[in-house]
């Protein structure tokens, strides 16, 4: 018996159950992948908004500020790279100059701080390879970039280290009534609780649906992204948005914390929720449309692609709280952008309700921080010696591109909620990122988690399910052809 079982393990779900946890309260997070942030927190645009662009008095628009506000000490606490490198949109011509003041004005009203409006001189200082026929743009400082996977990690091993469960291929199905509260039901078991956390993503309606009388329909909508090699590293300052439209904010162009240069997305509703495969034509209209900010744009420095779908609801707002007909049942739902950036004030908000609800004290024995990354490739020389000379794994490296050693490897599959694919160790320390996208260091990484979960080679996935990288052993088909001759 729990007192709050949470559906969905992405940067929202994670980050209620961490804040959950300031309160004493027994917590079990259900996620259906192999992984945490396995769905639209790992393919988005690894935006911090400032909130200038979402419609004024809705609470996207709120729980931005409030959110962006926030991430420098989550961030600290959690340690994950953030930056406030700022955000800059930009008019392209005379005729997008009211759209321009439009955003700004809605900032204003949103309580955006540091706005400022700026000239094509100004703005080609700033930024000297944007293009030319620039005319002015909005500037706000306090816009940032964050890794949304390494940040929903972080969040997920706080938790857990504060006595969050976290289950992993536990894919809930049903929500239903019983004399105490609430039954999760999943494909691991049933879950008893007395609140439940609807924070599945493309699949929250489908929950929300089965118990409250306000339903709601989600519409996948797919973005799909280039990535830039590092060698373009400090071509932009800022993050480069356009003028947004209907279906969006539109194709941006922005430097990541890792040093690349992410570009997207664009906009398609679709019918399938886990239709995340890139297609030639939009990944064209990706690379045109941002070639409109940057014409320079270095097609031979593409080195990978991927796509994600957003959770869009036709009412265009976050549906958070107590569902109408269900006490109890409490909505994380559309959560598209800016989501990510609202995630921290949506976790606070939400999580002091369900105390309340539940009738919680606080937690005095709450951690906010978890023990720190040693990231060789941001040491020093002499941490670097020192960090070999007290593990020799530190000087072994696996990926050459992104200088990711053993040692990184094996303490990310270790620490709590670690990583169990390829894929979860590319995102806890960027093997597999680079220029070769794991060309090289993939046999090694396979062989780490063989090791380290003391499993068949053959049993490891590169993202779980039936991702299975190994299909046999060597010798065992010598030895079938030699059956066959």
Not at 84 to 98: H, I, K, M, N, Y
Not at 415 to 423: E, F, I, L, N
Request: with cysteine; proline share 5%.
């Amino acid at each position: 018996m729990y007192d709050i079982v949470i559906i969905g393990g992405g940067v929202i779900g994670c980050a209620i159950a961490r804040e959950l946890k300031r309160w004493r309260l027994k917590v079990a997070l259900c996620e259906r992948s192999d992984d945490v942030g396995a769905g639209a927190s790992k393919a988005n645009s690894a935006i911090v908004h400032p909130g200038h662009s979402a419609k004024p008095g809705t609470d996207m628009a709120r729980l931005n500020v409030v959110g962006n506000q926030l991430y420098d000490q989550l961030c600290q606490e959690l340690d994950i790279t953030f930056q406030r490198c700022g955000s800059l949109t930009v008019a392209f011509d005379e005729d997008e100059l009211p759209a321009l003041e439009s955003v700004y004005q809605d900032g204003l009203a949103n309580g955006v701080p540091g706005m400022r409006l700026i000239d094509r001189d100004e703005l080609l200082r700033r930024e000297p390879n944007l293009n030319p026929e620039a005319v002015a743009a909005l500037f706000a400082p306090t816009g940032g970039i964050v890794c949304p996977y390494e940040l929903t990690v972080g969040l997920a091993e706080n938790a857990a280290i504060n006595g969050v469960d976290v289950f992993l291929n536990t894919k809930a199905v049903q929500v239903k009534r019983n004399a105490s509260g609430w039954t999760v039901c999943t494909g691991q078991g049933d879950f008893d609780c007395a609140a439940v956390v609807n924070a599945a993503g493309l699949y929250a309606d489908i929950f929300n649906n089965q118990v409250s009388t306000d339903t709601m329909r989600i519409i996948p909508r797919r973005g799909e992204y280039w990535m830039i090699d590092k060698s373009f590293d400090g071509a932009f300052r800022s993050t480069i948005f356009q003028l947004p439209g209907k279906m969006g904010k539109g194709v941006l162009v922005s430097p990541t914390v890792d040093g690349t240069i992410i570009v997207g997305p664009n906009a398609e509703d679709i019918d399938d929720r886990d239709d995340n495969t890139t297609t030639r034509a939009g990944l064209e209209y990706v690379y045109q449309a941002a070639s409109r900010i940057w014409p320079a744009l270095p097609r031979r420095a593409l080195i990978t692609n991927f796509a994600g779908n957003r959770a869009h609801l036709v009412r265009h707002d976050f549906v958070l709280g107590e569902a109408p007909g269900a006490p109890g049942f409490f909505n994380a739902a559309g959560i598209e952008s800016p989501g990510l950036t609202a995630a921290p004030a949506i976790a606070r908000e939400l999580s002091a309700a369900i105390a309340e609800y539940l009738h919680a004290s606080p937690n005095a024995e709450f951690q906010p921080c978890r023990p720190p990354v040693r990231r060789f490739r941001t040491m020093t020389m002499a941490e670097r010696a020192a960090a070999i000379a007290e593990n020799p794994a530190y000087g072994r490296i696996i990926c050459r591109c992104e200088q990711v050693t053993e040692a990184e490897i094996r303490d990310c599959i270790r620490r709590p909620v670690g990583a169990r694919s390829v894929d979860g160790v590319k995102r806890r320390t960027r093997a597999g990122m680079g220029r070769c996208q794991g060309g090289f260091c993939m046999p090694r990484v396979v062989a780490i988690l063989s090791e380290e979960l003391g499993v068949s080679p053959l049993q490891i996935t590169k993202n779980g399910g039936n991702s299975i990288i190994l299909t046999a052993k060597l010798e065992a088909v010598s030895r079938e052809r030699e059956a066959e001759a």
